[in-house]
């Protein structure tokens, strides 16, 4: 009840009052590790000066639940209570690296850190491994490297272009360039720095997505991603600002860019295909952009 009304603190404590002897105690200490995490992520956005001591506090518990809920991962012999308890240790791994990227704890540098342990204790993981290297490229952008990050990212695409680990990676990647060219816009709206930023988010877009169309998984962020791309191809194709439709439009007229709806369109039938709604209406407007007006309607 504490959790469910944002008393992350008080939560905490109810949850540490759990004993050792209790069966849900690899749940509780897993509970007040994350309730202390999100106490220290509150006072992070209010940019209290108390956030540095939340935050050792938080990392403190997270590092001790995912002892407890290993050790408890090794004695059941339930498969399905093991892979939950496996995934709530890994949970708490995560946490931590975001942990230390909140404003006022700035501790991106041991990020890096955590990467590597990551990579090298979940070998072969393709999920764990891929929020690894997601973690270190925020690390990397978040120390302002981000040519590092870049190289790093091409690095593991020149390795294994179709790896779904590195597909998430690509994703943190894209966001960043995404929002940069945003304030670069903000600045000056033509600026061609922002067009080749832009044009590179956009490829990093289309590899965070391919793992995802592949297996016809249908996501809330996938309709993100294509409304991105929309709004991507009517700016290269040169569609007046404020515009928001094909309709009115040159009819016959074909985009110099249609690369852009082409994926946008792809992204959006997946989204669409859990019955988003959204989603269904951003395919039908990216297929009128391309002509397709049969396939709109």
């Not at 404590?13 to 509970?31: F, I, K, N």
């Not at 509150?42 to 000066?49: A, M, N």
């Not at 709530?88 to 501790?107: E, I, K, P, W």
């Not at 309709?223 to 569609?239: A, K």
């Amino acid at each position: 009840k504490l959790e469910s009304n944002d008393q992350w603190a008080d939560a905490a404590a109810a949850y540490l009052r759990v004993t050792a002897d209790s069966a849900a105690y690899p749940d509780a200490q897993y509970g007040a590790a994350t309730t202390l995490y999100k106490d220290a992520s509150r006072l992070s956005k209010e940019k209290s000066p108390d956030v540095k001591a939340a935050a050792t506090k938080a990392e403190a518990q997270l590092k001790k639940a995912e002892g407890v809920l290993e050790a408890a991962a090794g004695k059941t012999l339930d498969l399905e209570e093991k892979n939950s308890l496996e995934a709530s240790a890994f949970q708490c791994v995560s946490l931590t690296g975001s942990l230390y990227m909140l404003d006022g704890v700035g501790r991106q540098n041991d990020v890096l850190a955590l990467t590597d342990e990551i990579e090298k204790k979940y070998a072969g993981d393709e999920a764990k491994i891929g929020e690894a290297r997601s973690l270190r490229v925020r690390a990397l952008t978040a120390l302002g490297k981000v040519k590092e990050a870049e190289d790093f990212l091409e690095g593991l695409l020149a390795g294994d272009p179709n790896s779904k680990s590195t597909a998430l990676a690509a994703g943190v990647l894209a966001r960043t360039f995404d929002q940069q060219v945003s304030e670069m816009r903000a600045k000056d709206p033509k600026s061609t720095a922002a067009d080749d930023l832009w044009k590179q988010a956009f490829r990093y877009y289309v590899i965070s997505t391919r793992p995802k169309l592949a297996e016809g998984r249908a996501s809330d962020e996938l309709e993100q991603v294509g409304r991105r791309m929309l709004i991507m191809g009517e700016h290269f194709n040169g569609v007046p600002e404020g515009v928001t439709t094909f309709v009115g439009l040159k009819s016959g007229k074909k985009p110099v860019a249609p690369e852009y709806w082409e994926e946008a369109a792809k992204v959006f039938e997946a989204a669409a295909s859990s019955g988003n709604f959204n989603a269904k209406v951003g395919q039908a407007r990216t297929l009128g952009y391309l002509g397709s007006f049969k396939e709109a309607s």
